[in-house]
Antibody
Framework: EMQLVESGGGLVQSGGSLGLSCAAS????????MHWVRQVPGKGLVWVSR????????TYADSVKGRFTISRDNAKNTLYLQMNSLRVEDMAIYYC????????????????WGQGTMVTVSS | QSALTQPASVSGSPGQSITISCTGT?????????VSWYQQHPGNAPKLIIY???KRPSGVSDRFSGSKSGNSASLTISGLQAEDEADYYC??????????FGGGTKVTVL
């Protein structure tokens, strides 16, 4: 079964740091672009960051650029998100998601999602 | 990057068809056939139901269909069923190596 399992969420003070992990199983992890998407409970989805399968390319939403770092370890089938200088507005459920494969090109669509991990930022 | 615009809510009776719009700009929806749609039931992770504007992943009901015209994309649910009651989100590539979601639409089955 193809699966993503996030971990690392918790309570942190404003200005603090937190690292999230996403363990993948059931598919060839290194083949896929991976993303982080967040959602304030009861609100909409917001794209955060993405990384290519080989770890070479990464991009970020403007709201987290310079504060968050996406990385991956293909030997461990794990995606990471290091979050620094956290703000109250970063408080959300963080999902990792796999990008669906297209016919030799990116689809920018997320076909497998984890269950999410909650990040709470206190002021 | 501003969120794509979706109606806050749409409702319909069982068996009816409903359409959810997703309006962007010529920089995102209008310029790329990289619009996807997600269904999210309360407490669950989102589920992909449409990608690349019109394609359905394996296992997704053919009652779901997607289209695009200009800067707007649409999701149509035909033969509305009680299980379709959920939140729906569109998403598009923006051409700035980033993606943007819509604000979400709550579908109610009357």
């Amino acid at each position: 079964e193809m699966q993503l399992v996030e971990s690392g969420g918790g309570l942190v003070q404003s200005g603090g740091s937190l690292g999230l992990s996403c363990a993948a199983s059931g598919f060839t992890f290194s083949t896929y672009w991976m993303h982080w998407v967040r959602q304030v409970p009861g609100k909409g989805l917001v794209w955060v960051s993405r990384m290519s399968g080989d770890g070479v390319y990464r991009t970020y939403a403007d709201s987290v650029k310079g504060r968050f770092t996406i990385s991956r370890d293909n030997a461990k089938n794990t995606l990471y998100l290091q979050m620094n200088s956290l703000r109250v507005e970063d408080m959300a459920i963080y999902y990792c998601a796999r990008e669906a494969l297209g016919a030799g090109r990116q689809t920018d669509a997320f076909d497998i999602w984890g269950q999410g991990t909650m990040v709470t930022v206190s002021s | 990057q501003s969120a794509l615009t979706q109606p806050a809510s749409v409702s319909g009776s069982p068996g009816q068809s409903i359409t959810i719009s997703c309006t962007g700009t010529s920089s995102d929806v209008g310029n790329y056939n990289l619009v996807s749609w997600y269904q999210q039931h309360p407490g669950n992770a989102p589920k992909l139901i449409i990608y690349e504007v019109t394609k359905r992943p394996s296992g997704v009901s053919d009652r779901f269909s997607g289209s695009k015209s200009g800067n707007s994309a649409s999701l149509t649910i035909s033969g509305l069923q009680a299980e379709d009651e959920a939140d729906y989100y569109c998403c598009s590539y923006t051409g700035r190596s980033s993606l943007v979601f819509g604000g979400g639409t709550k579908v109610t089955v009357l």
